[in-house]
Nanobody, 121 residues
Framework: VQLQASGGGLVQAGGSLRLSCAAS????????MGWFRQAPGKEREFVAT???????LYAVSVQGRFTVSRENTKNTASLQMNSLKPEDTAIYYC????????????????WGQGTQVTVSS
C-alpha cells in the first residue's frame, strides 16, 4: 500500500483546511486509515483514525474541530480541519493499519510522506 497525502497549506487561526490521503493497492480499502502530526521539536502524535467499517477515534485535542472520513470505493481518506489553532501547526501524515483503528503509531504498517499545515495567529 502506498499513501499520498495532500491539502496542507497556510491558514489563519479560525480557518479550515481539508487534507486528503490517496491509497494505492488492491486491499487498501480494508485498512484503517489514521492521521498523525508532528510539530517542530515535538514527537509525532495521533490525531484521528477511521476503520474500513466507519469506526472512528479522535485525539482529545481535535475532538469537535476535526472530522475524519473515507471513501472506500476511491481508496481515499480525508481530514476536515475546522477552527484551526496555531498549535495545530505541524506536518500531517496519513497512515494505514491492517490491525484496525488504533492510536498506536507502531500499529500502522504504511505511511505517507506528510503535508505541512501552518496556522498563523
Amino acid at each position: 500500500v502506498q499513501l499520498q497525502a495532500s491539502g496542507g497549506g497556510l491558514v489563519q487561526a479560525g480557518g479550515s483546511l481539508r487534507l486528503s490521503c490517496a491509497a494505492s493497492g488492491r486491499t487498501a480499502n480494508t485498512y484503517a486509515m489514521g492521521w498523525f502530526r508532528q510539530a517542530p521539536g515535538k514527537e509525532r502524535e495521533f490525531v484521528a483514525t477511521i476503520g474500513w467499517n466507519g469506526a472512528i477515534l479522535y485525539a482529545v485535542s481535535v475532538q469537535g474541530r476535526f472530522t475524519v472520513s473515507r471513501e472506500n470505493t476511491k481508496n481515499t481518506a480525508s481530514l476536515q480541519m475546522n477552527s484551526l489553532k496555531p498549535e495545530d501547526t505541524a506536518i500531517y501524515y496519513c497512515a494505514a493499519s491492517i490491525r484496525g483503528i488504533t492510536t498506536v503509531q507502531t500499529s500502522y504498517n504504511y505511511w505517507g510522506q506528510g503535508t505541512q499545515v501552518t496556522v498563523s495567529s
